[in-house]
């Protein structure tokens, strides 16, 4: 399938990008080059695509096919691929016979892609734009996006599988996509920010929509403060609206860095869920006050105990007192009744005496 001089010629490249201040380096691919590359002739288009030469854009669409088409024209500028099976993406699967390509658009949505090896879009240095979204990634070589210097935007929307999370944060780092501006993640039952630090300096836009995420602290909260440029979206994504909430809360307040913050909404506790977590009140997400607010209901309860026990207390010790009172009470009651009883029966002649009239 592919030649050995592909292999030489690759190994150097992969090289020359790591340390692209080494002059030995550029003066081996450039012998690399002079000796390996084939003259590209102008391909027919490749079976199974359609090609419109004009606008440099070459689409397939459908198929059984398992690999990417091997002779990509060299005049494409956006290929897209669609509806394929490719279940890897396998390194070099875009440099066919050792050639660059001046490609700036690659669309690789719905291919039921399930891994990318390493150095899988070597060969492309102009990319400006790749697509991988609505695919089955399960697993992300931490080499996977290499030699991408020139990339702006990565779609890996609904696409990321959870074995490949972790994997994820590696494959994302500054060396290999050093031009980045756009990353878009949204639909990935992600939790946390999948970048191991966020020193990407032209990050620009994060989308993390419909994710799972609960809440963002500590580490990398700070890494947004210092980020200025960075805008994150994250509508969609089951935030806990309790007191651990209370930085990000703040960091949403304060720093206008996410421009959909009207639409976070809270899913815990079950009393706020559907509340806007903007909307929250400060003291709702005070960690301090709630402890506090916890101590005194333990301290009021325990005051109230106190003087419960005192009051039985107080019983128990009085019972001989208490014995006589009531008996007291029984007798003032009974007495009060006898009197009564005596008046009702003086009484009772007079209303005889009234009807008899
Ligand atoms: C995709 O290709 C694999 C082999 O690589 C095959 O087992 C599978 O059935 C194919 N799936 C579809 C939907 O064609
Ligand atoms: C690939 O290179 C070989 C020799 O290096 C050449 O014979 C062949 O035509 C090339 N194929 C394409 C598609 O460029
Ligand atoms: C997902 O990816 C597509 C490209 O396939 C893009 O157009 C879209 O804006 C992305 N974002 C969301 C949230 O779907
Ligand atoms: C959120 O993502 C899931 C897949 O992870 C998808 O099924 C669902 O339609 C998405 N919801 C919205 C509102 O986009
Ligand atoms: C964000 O948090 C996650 C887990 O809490 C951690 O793995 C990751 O390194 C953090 N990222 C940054 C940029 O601090
Ligand atoms: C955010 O602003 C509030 C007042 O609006 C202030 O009390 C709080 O300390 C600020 N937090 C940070 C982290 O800047």
């Known amino acids: 399938m592919r030649g050995k001089m592909w292999i030489f010629y690759s190994a150097d490249n992969s090289k020359c990008l790591f340390s692209i201040w080494n002059q030995r380096c550029f003066y081996y691919a450039a012998v690399a080059c002079l000796l390996f590359s084939p003259v590209r002739t102008d391909h027919a288009c490749p079976s199974s695509c359609i090609c419109a030469k004009d606008s440099g854009t070459v689409t397939c669409r459908d198929g059984e096919d398992t690999e990417v088409p091997a002779d990509i024209p060299e005049w494409t500028s956006t290929l897209i691929l669609k509806g394929k099976n490719i279940s890897t993406l396998q390194r070099g699967a875009f440099m066919s016979n050792g050639t660059e390509l001046q490609m700036m658009t690659l669309s690789l949505s719905h291919n039921g892609i399930q891994a990318i090896e390493p150095y899988a879009f070597l060969g492309l240095p102009r990319l400006h734009l790749l697509d991988l979204s609505h695919n089955q990634l399960e697993y992300i070589s931490a080499r996977a996006f290499h030699g ?37 993640l949204a639909g990935n039952t992600l939790k946390s920010i999948p970048l191991l630090r966020l020193d990407m300096h032209n990050l620009h836009a994060l989308v993390l929509v419909n994710n799972s995420i609960e809440s963002i602290g500590g580490g990398n909260l700070t890494m947004l403060y210092q980020q200025k440029r960075i805008r994150v979206y994250l509508a969609l994504n089951p935030f806990w609206c309790n ?111 009234n009807v008899a009239v």
């Open 148 to 184: 991408l210097l020139e990339l702006r935007s990565l779609y890996l929307n609904h696409s990321i599988l959870p074995p490949a999370t972790e994997q994820l944060s590696n494959a994302l780092n500054t060396q290999s996509l050093c031009n980045l501006h756009r990353l878009e």
């Open 243 to 353: 007191c651990e909430l209370e930085a990000f809360y703040y960091w949403l307040k304060n720093s206008s860095q996410c421009p959909d913050a009207g639409r976070l909404l809270c899913s815990e506790p079950e009393a706020k869920r559907g509340f806007p977590v903007e909307m929250l009140r400060e003291e709702d997400v005070d960690c301090m006050k709630e402890n506090l607010e916890a101590v005194s209901y333990v301290f009021l309860g325990l005051v109230l105990a106190l003087i419960g026990l005192v009051f039985l207390m107080v019983l128990y010790l009085n019972r001989g007192g208490i014995k006589r009172w009531l008996n007291n009470i029984r007798d003032a009651c009974r007495d009060q009744m006898e009197v009564y009883h005596y008046r009702y029966e003086q009484d009772s002649d007079p209303r005889l005496a």
